[in-house]
């Protein structure tokens, strides 16, 4: 008998490729979405798989799930600055509202659930590279403030329902995690550059380029989750990639892409932009057994291809869906 897997925000990055993976690992998948910033495009590939079904639903509202629900993948939240920074209302509302909804249906089904968290709950770190135990350096009335402490919330709501209902819960502390299904448009410096190098532009490059990011590959991801969903563990754990790059070098990296000598600007930098950032994953390595394979080279390769076949609109559609 397959079991039931649930997974909210099915429609997004993230969660498009974990429905596609829980899929391939023989799970039935009901994903779930309002496509606030996914879109349906992601899993129209999915439209006649007969172990997988779509419903339309915002999860800050009450909604039921009658199906006996064994596992929940708990990622519906905007993620990218660009969209969290035009609905802020809706990023509070999902993190808390929306994971206590999503909690209760895991209660009644004694499901196991996973969170998304994410590395922005250390805010701007001040310990360097980033273990679980740090508390982080965050600004709640900030600008990020409305991600960062509605992700921060998440994790308390989720481990109080851990201490007080013995719910069997799973929270991964997810660091940048890039590849296709992105918005070029998203506002990440990863399909920003991309989309900049094939429209032949400038790169923008915020600050002088010497902060640094870590970036994972979407399979690695994808299979650290779905192995911290089968561990015992029920504390936050980072996943990503601990190989640290600065936003400069990045850039070049992906002009040497197909760029055509693109010119690189550079623009002021964010308020709270976070100046490092690179996880400690022993953790994730001695307990799950897991660590990025993928290179960079292969990863970002991988992801220009993916970039490099949209059509001209999707390329081009540079205003974004709130504005
Ligand atoms: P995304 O915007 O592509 O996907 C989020 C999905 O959630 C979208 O399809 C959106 O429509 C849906 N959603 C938002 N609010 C909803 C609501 N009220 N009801 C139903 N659906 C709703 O973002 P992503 O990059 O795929 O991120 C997915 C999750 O992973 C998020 O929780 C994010 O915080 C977390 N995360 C992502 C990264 C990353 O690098 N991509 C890093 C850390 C954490």
């Known amino acids: 008998m397959k079991k039931n897997v649930l997974i909210t925000g099915a429609a997004g990055f993230l969660g498009s490729h974990l429905c596609d993976y829980f899929l391939s690992k023989n799970y039935k998948v009901i994903g779930i979405d309002n496509f606030i910033t996914g879109s349906p495009k992601n899993l129209s590939h999915l439209t006649t798989n007969s172990d997988f079904e779509f419903r339309e639903i915002d999860i800050t509202h009450d909604f039921k799930i ?5 596992y929940i993948l708990h990622f519906a939240s905007p993620a990218s600055p660009i969209d969290y920074l035009q609905i802020p209302l809706e990023t509070l509302r999902v993190g808390s509202l929306g994971t206590e909804n999503v909690l209760k249906i895991a209660f009644r089904n004694n499901a196991r659930i ?3 968290s994410t590395s922005e709950v250390y805010g701007d770190p ?3 590279p980033q273990k679980e135990e740090y508390c982080g350096n965050v600004d709640p009335v900030g600008p990020r403030g409305v991600y960062d402490e509605t992700k921060r919330f998440q994790e308390a709501l989720t481990t109080a329902y851990h201490t007080f209902h013995g719910l ?7 660091f940048n995690t ?3 299904r992105m918005r070029v448009n998203d506002g990440r410096a990863i399909p920003a550059f991309m989309g900049q190098v094939l429209r032949e532009e400038s790169l923008t490059v915020f600050g002088d380029g010497s902060q640094t990011r870590s970036f994972c590959y979407i399979d690695d991801m994808v299979e650290g989750i779905y192995k911290l ?3 015992n563990y029920s504390k936050p754990m980072n996943l990503g990639n601990p190989e640290e790059i600065t936003l400069i070098d990045l850039a070049n990296e992906i002009i040497a892409l197909g760029g055509k000598n693109n010119k690189i600007i550079f ?3 964010p308020i709270n932009d ?3 950032r690179k996880p400690d994953i022993t953790k994730a390595m001695s307990i799950l057994n897991w660590k990025p394979k993928i290179s960079r080279k292969e990863g970002l390769e991988n992801t220009f291809n993916y970039f490099r076949n949209l059509s001209f609109e999707e390329l081009n559609k540079k205003e974004h869906k709130f504005a």
Request: net charge neutral; proline share 7%.
């Open 114 to 116: 996973l969170i998304a």
């Open 126 to 128: 001040l310990e360097h």
């Open 267 to 269: 623009k002021p930098l």
């Open 168 to 174: 069997n819960i799973r929270i991964a502390r997810i």
């Open 229 to 231: 969903l089968h561990s």
């Open 66 to 70: 009658d199906d006996s629900i064994d």
């Open 178 to 180: 890039y590849g296709a």
């Open 274 to 276: 976070p100046i490092k």
